[in-house]
């Protein structure tokens, strides 16, 4: 009797478990810092995130965002919920039931998390205020371009260097990503997001023709409010990186994300700082580099270009976390003195300069969590993290071909395969498991098995091409009864498949 039962329960189980292909994979997972691309409309991009990461974003939620909350949680929930005192694009609530839905197919156990859990990480600053908290955070960025990088390796181009400073957190050390976006939107264009699992809006963010980053304004003593419409600070950067063409002027640079900042004129929920790059084809100053100097009450908008007396030489703009031009502040801090000096007369500062005086003259010590630098016009960019128990700005970047993880090819291939040709037997499986793959580019990227919790087997495998497939035979002889989840990428090809293991 229990053998039928139990043959009847891997029956239903195998009716039940169907294939699903997953819009992204993961380039990279090493140094702390997993690098992952996505594609697709909103809510396609937030499930593959969703179950890409499961594991890193429920260590996030659950080690990092709700205890920053406490017992405010459940009004911050409500304040997200109610949508009157933060406005979040329908889009973008979207993507977060997508994340959601995402970590649940992977097989983790996400709890109680929601979507508004994940919307609620993402406002974290905004919210932090309107409850009367600060946050501490002491990022600071350098941008130089035109004269300031003529006659060196830049040749005029533009760059910016930018620290992340927040606290040691081993839950933040240990879930640092970068989020490669490719929108199927035809009004959205390829962008990233640098920051921490769970992240669906911009910390820090580039698309190909800018780079945008906030930092906050320690000098501001005020708090936002209830029901003043704010727009989070994260998601106006990441629709200035998202969208096209927000103000449909023809082109991408600074004016998209100053117009987006304009159009709140009841500002923002707190004091930020938001420094923007674009590349150095823009024919004016003020469209390749600005600073924004943003708050809730008057003046909620103060923009700073190379133009304004702030002491750093030639096309040269610095930011930490003080007023400068808003209010005539001209605050200017140690780091910023210290920057100020490594600049020198402005000239002559090219790629490895320009990472050299932020890196030497700007950073916070052990909490600098990252250190990147990004050039627009080539598309490249540097970053290092936190790891081994160094800051970032100690240890060596590694460079992205953003050129390359901006193309659209994971898009043209997902459409162009049908999963049928994926085949998995046999299914339940005891000693073997095989599986036939389409092969792109006579290479194989990756091949996990994970148990129900999510947890990576230790299975080894060997493959073989045949017919322009790839064979892979996976020993799954050691695994314990269950159901397992295994994924394999091929070129920008990713599918995963489950199956059951029994005796």
Known sequence: MKKIVFTLIILFLCMGLKSQNINGYIVSDTGNLTVVKVWGNHYERGFAYGYLCAAKIIDMMNNYVIPQFGSYLPQARLVIQQG???????????????????????????????????????????????AGLKADMGCSS??????????????????????????????????????????????????????????????????????????????????????????????????????????????????????????????????????????????????????AEVAPYSP??????????????????????????????YHFCLRYIRSMHGVDNGLNIGTQRNWQILRDSSNSGPNNIQLMQYIPDDKVLNISVYKHGKAAYRNNPVTLDMSDLFTNTSVANSKNTNDEE?????????????????????????????????????????????????????????LKTGIYTCRFITGNFTTVKKFIKTY
């Open 84 to 130: 009157t005192s933060l406005i979040i694009d329908s889009v973008y609530y979207q993507e977060a039931r997508g994340v959601i839905d995402g970590m649940d197919s992977s097989g983790q156990n996400i709890g109680s998390l929601s979507y508004l859990d994940i919307l609620v990480a993402n406002c974290l600053l905004d919210l932090a205020s309107i």
């Open 300 to 329: 909620t908008i103060t923009l700073r270009g190379s133009e304004f007396p702030d002491s750093i030489q030639s096309d040269n703009l610095y930011a930490a976390n003080y007023e400068i031009k808003r209010n005539n502040h």
């Open 422 to 478: 994926c085949v998995l037997y046999p299914n339940p499986v005891k000693q073997r498991l095989y599986i036939t793959i389409p092969d792109f580019n006579n290479k194989v990227f990756g091949f996990e098995i994970f148990d129900i919790n999510g947890k990576k087997t230790d299975v080894t495998y060997n493959y073989t091409y045949t017919k322009g497939h790839i064979v892979i035979q996976a020993n799954t002889g050691q």
């Open 142 to 291: 350098l941008m130089s371009w035109g004269a300031a990088t003529a006659g060196t390796d830049l040749n005029g181009k533009s760059v910016i260097s930018r620290h992340l400073d927040w606290a040691v957190i081993t839950t933040l050390i240990n879930n640092q990503v970068i989020v490669v976006h490719i929108p199927s939107e035809p009004d959205e264009q390829p962008w990233a997001l640098i920051g921490f699992a769970g992240q669906i809006s911009a910390l820090s963010g580039i698309n190909r023709h800018m780079g945008v980053f906030q930092q906050m304004m320690s000098d501001f003593s005020g708090n936002g409010s209830l029901y003043q419409g704010y727009e989070p600070t994260w998601f106006s950067i990441r629709k200035a990186l998202e969208k096209a063409d927000y103000n449909n002027d023809g082109v991408n640079n600074t004016k998209d994300m100053c117009d987006i900042l304009s159009a709140h004129t009841m500002g923002y929920a707190d004091g930020y700082i938001i420094t923007m790059l674009a590349a150095s084809t823009n024919t004016a100053p003020g469209l390749i580099a600005q600073v």
